[in-house]
Nanobody, 117 residues
Framework: VQLQASGGGLVQAGGSLRLSCTAS????????MGWYRQAPGKEREFVSD????????NYADAVKGRFTISRDNARNTVYLGMNSLKPEDTAIYYC???????????WGQGTQVTVSS
C-alpha cells in the first residue's frame, strides 16, 4: 500500500487547511486510516483516525472540536479538515493506514503544516 498526502502549507493562526491522503496498491476495504504529526524536537503523536466504514472516529484531545476526519472509500482517500489552527499545530503531518486503530501498518511521506502567529 502506498500513501500520498497533500494539502499542507503555511497559514495564519485561526486559519484553516484540509489535508488529503490517497491510498493505492493492495488496499483493503476494512482498513483504518488516520493522521499523526511530528513537531520539531518532539515525538510523533496521534492526531485522528477513522474506521473502514467511516462510522467511528477518534481524536487527540489537542484537536477535538477543531479538526474533522472523513473518508471517501470510492477514492481510497482520507481527509483532515483543520480549523482554528494554532501555532502549536505546526508539524509534519503523516497519513497512516492499517488493520488496527490507530493505524500504523503503512505510512505516507508527510506534509508540512506551518501556522504563524
Amino acid at each position: 500500500v502506498q500513501l500520498q498526502a497533500s494539502g499542507g502549507g503555511l497559514v495564519q493562526a485561526g486559519g484553516s487547511l484540509r489535508l488529503s491522503c490517497t491510498a493505492s496498491g493492495r488496499t483493503f476495504g476494512s482498513a483504518s486510516m488516520g493522521w499523526y504529526r511530528q513537531a520539531p524536537g518532539k515525538e510523533r503523536e496521534f492526531v485522528s483516525d477513522v474506521s473502514g466504514s467511516g462510522a467511528f472516529t477518534n481524536y487527540a484531545d489537542a484537536v477535538k472540536g477543531r479538526f474533522t476526519i472523513s473518508r471517501d472509500n470510492a477514492r481510497n482517500t482520507v481527509y483532515l479538515g483543520m480549523n482554528s489552527l494554532k501555532p502549536e499545530d505546526t508539524a509534519i503531518y503523516y497519513c497512516a493506514y492499517g488493520r488496527s486503530s490507530p493505524p500504523s501498518d503503512y505510512w505516507g511521506q508527510g506534509t508540512q503544516v506551518t501556522v504563524s502567529s
